[in-house]
């Protein structure tokens, strides 16, 4: 791919249908669940992405082999039982969040040297509450880098279990990782949020996804304690994964900037991702949004801004801010300061990138303030995150002159997105 590409903006509305690439969270998880299992998994509909290549290589490394197929959308591996084949690793995770945060809490259940690393951004993200979680409950786990950030050394002699707190207004990343070591931990293991816990749906599609490998833990019905009786090891399955509903959201999203209708196929409003629910933001933008069991389609229409609490869906603020840019009156963003520590500060970041486009942007502590203007052409930044791309891309659908940079920086986690995309749009 180039260096940068030029949206073509769409003559006509949308008359899509798409299946998108399946979910990287719910790959991510399904591969640490089949990992620690006992006996061969096998995953279907798995994401091929950068996201999920460090995830699979560094099992490899870790003693744990994944087979591929199907040009690599079939995943088949022999769990390990619970624990760690590897007495050593030098894992590079390149900027997953959700692999270096997941693998810090599976190699505790080693007996080794375990040290994971990524790109120089990877280093400015702080993992520092997930390893004191571990230090807690008796790992030898250090940071590195200032300020409780990765490179990451693990010196494994099992996890021994304990009582662990946790703040909740991170990542809830930390939170899963550890839910799904915690079974395979030598003892009982405790872990309480301090603080209202962000992302609540992400943590919710973990408990579902070690259910569906046979492991189910106390969860208070707050989500702020969790607890596991440790010594469990999860079931190997033949599991299904869903298509990812962050990478439908914008195509939803282009139905409403352009006009017309997409309709995702093999997502419901009862799939385990609660991103999904950005088709509730967009119905109260003007949207027609029609349900049914196994699609979802939306239909633009006139759009209104709104305010919005976005805590639980913060990965859609992105797509959210590329639709109120059409909006009549402003659309407040708020309660996603976490934001801030993702691939890039996103809240920073887009409020920049918005207001080249012409928008009026009020960036909040915890969220951004957006007064349609004017729009013009922009030559707009990624920031190496394939968020920042895929959503200011559908700029391009109605403003001529959008040009994206670095456009394969959505290798993270859709390589085929603005293939996709301009085919949707019937500009390919």
């Not at 096998?42 to 003693?63: F, Y």
């Not at 769990?79 to 997941?102: D, H, K, M």
């Not at 046979?214 to 019905?221: D, N, R, Y």
């Not at 976490?338 to 500060?345: A, I, L, Y």
Request: proline content about 5%; hydrophobic content about 40%; some cysteine.
């Amino acid at each position: 791919m180039t260096d940068s590409i030029t949206i073509t903006p769409s003559s006509a509305p949308l008359q899509a249908t798409v299946t998108p690439p399946g979910s990287k969270s719910i790959t991510n998880r399904a591969l640490v669940c089949a990992a620690l299992a006992r006996g061969t998994s096998e995953l279907t509909g798995a994401l091929v992405s950068d996201d999920t290549r460090v995830m699979i290589d560094s099992l490899n490394r870790l003693g744990i082999a994944v087979q591929e197929s199907n040009q690599g959308t079939t995943l088949t591996l022999e769990g390990a039982g619970g624990n760690v084949p590897a007495e050593a690793a030098e894992l590079f995770i390149g900027n997953s969040g959700t692999t270096i945060r997941f693998l810090t809490a599976l190699v505790s259940l080693g007996r080794g040297t375990y040290r994971l690393d990524g790109v120089p951004r990877m280093r400015e993200r702080p993992i520092g509450d997930l390893v004191d979680a571990l230090v807690q409950l008796g790992v030898d786990a250090t940071c590195e880098s200032p300020g409780g950030c990765p490179p990451v050394v693990v010196r494994g002699t099992g996890l021994p279990g304990g009582k662990a707190t946790v703040r909740g207004n991170i990542s809830s990343q930390y939170l899963s990782g550890l839910l799904m070591s915690m079974p395979a931990a030598a003892g009982a293991v405790e872990i309480i949020i301090d603080g209202q816990l962000v992302s609540q749906p992400y943590v919710k599609m973990t408990l579902e996804v070690m259910k569906a490998f046979g492991v189910s833990i106390h969860a208070a019905e707050d989500l702020g304690l969790f607890r596991a009786p440790g010594g469990t090891a999860y079931e190997a399955r033949q599991y299904a994964i869903e298509p990812d509903a962050s990478a439908a959201s914008y195509f939803w999203a282009a139905a409403a900037i352009v006009g017309g209708s997409a309709t995702v196929s093999g997502l419901s409003t009862s799939s385990l991702q609660g991103d999904v629910a950005v088709v509730d933001l967009l119905e109260q933008m003007g949207c027609k949004v029609d349900r049914q069991a196994d699609s979802i389609c939306v239909t633009g229409g006139k759009l209104r801004g709104i305010t919005a609490d976005m805590n639980a869906v913060s990965d859609m603020v992105q797509t959210i801010a590329a639709v109120a840019l059409f909006a009549e009156g402003p659309t407040e963003i708020t309660g996603v300061a976490h934001n801030r520590h993702k691939e890039t500060d996103r809240i920073s970041a887009l409020a920049t990138e918005l207001r080249k486009l012409g928008a009026n942007v009020e960036e909040l502590e915890d969220g951004l303030r957006i007064t349609p203007q004017q729009l013009r052409s922009a030559v707009i930044e990624t920031y190496d995150d394939h968020r920042m791309a895929m959503s200011l891309a559908l700029v391009g659908l109605r403003v001529p002159g959008v040009e994206i940079l670095d456009p394969h920086c959505t290798a993270k986690t859709y390589p085929n997105y603005f293939q996709d995309l301009c085919r949707a749009a019937g500009t390919a």
